[in-house]
């Protein structure tokens, strides 16, 4: 085994977190841990796996499941393609493969939304394959081992760190390896305060020689973000609201919010709020404005406004997509993060009354 995996094996064995999914190999729960760790840090993904493994114990209960309620739970960890590509891998496992996860990352790379790292962490961890894995920690912590200056978000990049991650991958305990450079970058080796003194590899980094550390790694910046202007109607009629299903293709696909006009540009309130009424042929009393709320996701900047408008008389529903629900059954509805987070306001406020 090269020097560098033997330090980094050593330190993990006394440093790594108990984690619930590093208690024993099984590859529905490392492939679960995986996806839900690609949408957040370990801390707050935890309760979400405790979620996931609650309501579906094995990948047949999963694969059994209405797609609203793997939503609503997977609510709050944004970025819903995910969610419905876990479902959709799940019952492609029961369905294709009597309910066991493919045994080579080749085969695993056949799942909805399992791409090459994934792929890799589940054969690495769980059947011992002697793959590397490139996430955003092992592109940080080889490219300062190697001291690589070119862009790590480019294909050249991710092809030279993982050479570097094979060429000192141990046959013997690859899934190990792989958790232990992860571990090393969640760890020690952090983005902007790596602990070099106290790195357990740091005879072999040849950034921590040149000193340059701090600068790696280096990334090409990303295509621009759009801004646009969600403004959300809010229509409230004694204990009912309209809510809105998102029927489309999209990252918010099958999720609800509310009736909404969306532009790439700003209006004034008295302005929006009349083309509100208009064109979802309501009636009723602007109450107000709450927002702007912005939220970002990867290409788009959203500032969204909130009119809460209370209605004369209940919404004459013209489109199939707009339903009324009442305000004790909000919460069981998925909601977009944004969404989410003016409903926190709205109730703080005590808004319905
Ligand atoms: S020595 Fe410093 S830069 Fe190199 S791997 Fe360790 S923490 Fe990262």
Known sequence: MHPFAA??????????????????????RIWLSEIILQQTRVDQGLAFYYRFIENFPTVHDLAAAEEEKVL????????????RNLLKAARQVVQDHQGVFPGSAKALEELSGVGPYTAAAIASIAYQEAVPVV???????????????????????QKTIRAAMAA??????????????????????????????ECPVNAFCAAFAAGSAKMLPVKEKRTKVRHVFYDYAVFVHEDQIIL?????????????????????????????????????????????????ITHVLSHRRITARFFIFDLDAPLQIKNTLHQAVAEADLHTYPVPRLVEKFLEQYRAEDLFH
């Open 7 to 28: 330090h980094l094996l050593n330190w993990f064995e006394a440093a790594k977190r108990p984690l619930p999914w590093r208690e024993k190999p099984d590859p529905y």
């Open 72 to 83: 609503k739970l997977w609510q709050g960890l944004g970025y819903y393609a995910r969610a």
């Open 135 to 157: 996430d955003g920690n092992v592109l940080r912590v080889m490219s300062r081992v190697q001291d690589y200056r070119e862009p790590v978000n480019k294909p050249g990049g």
């Open 168 to 197: 000192y991958l141990p046959e013997s305990r690859p899934g190990d390896y792989n958790q232990a450079v992860m571990e090393l970058g969640a760890l020690v080796c952090a983005p902007h305060n790596p602990n070099c003194p």
């Open 244 to 292: 809105r299903f998102r029927a489309e293709k999209g990252i918010w696909s099958k999720l609800y919010d509310f009736p909404c006009i969306e532009t790439e540009l700003d209006a004034p309130v008295e302005e929006r709020g009349a083309e509100l009424l208009k064109t979802f042929y309501a009636e009723g009393q602007l109450r107000e404005v709450m927002g702007p």
